[in-house]
């Protein structure tokens, strides 16, 4: 079974044979979870960046070129 030793400042290095396991890479995020019966599950916080694609709506929804040239219109003949 893998250990590692805890540092004076709480930092410990994770085991190669835990990081390939869990596929961690430099950079890589962990979540700790505390159950109640003592044991701690650490799981990766990986993300891929493109799954996140679509999670964020735009509030202004794109126009055609017809309303662009309309707009630039309206505003040369203001001057």
């Excluded at 930092?11 to 190669?16: L, S």
């Excluded at 109640?36 to 990986?46: A, I, K, R």
């Amino acid at each position: 079974m893998p250990s590692a030793v805890v540092t004076s400042k709480g930092q410990i290095t994770i085991p190669k044979e835990v990081r390939d396991s869990l596929g961690l890479v430099p950079g890589s995020r962990l979540a700790f979870r505390l159950r109640d019966d003592g044991v701690v599950e650490v799981q990766p916080e990986t993300l891929d960046v493109l799954s996140l694609c679509g999670i964020i709506k735009p509030k202004i929804r794109g126009i055609t070129i017809e309303q662009m040239n309309t707009a630039i219109r309206k505003a040369g003949a203001r001057r």
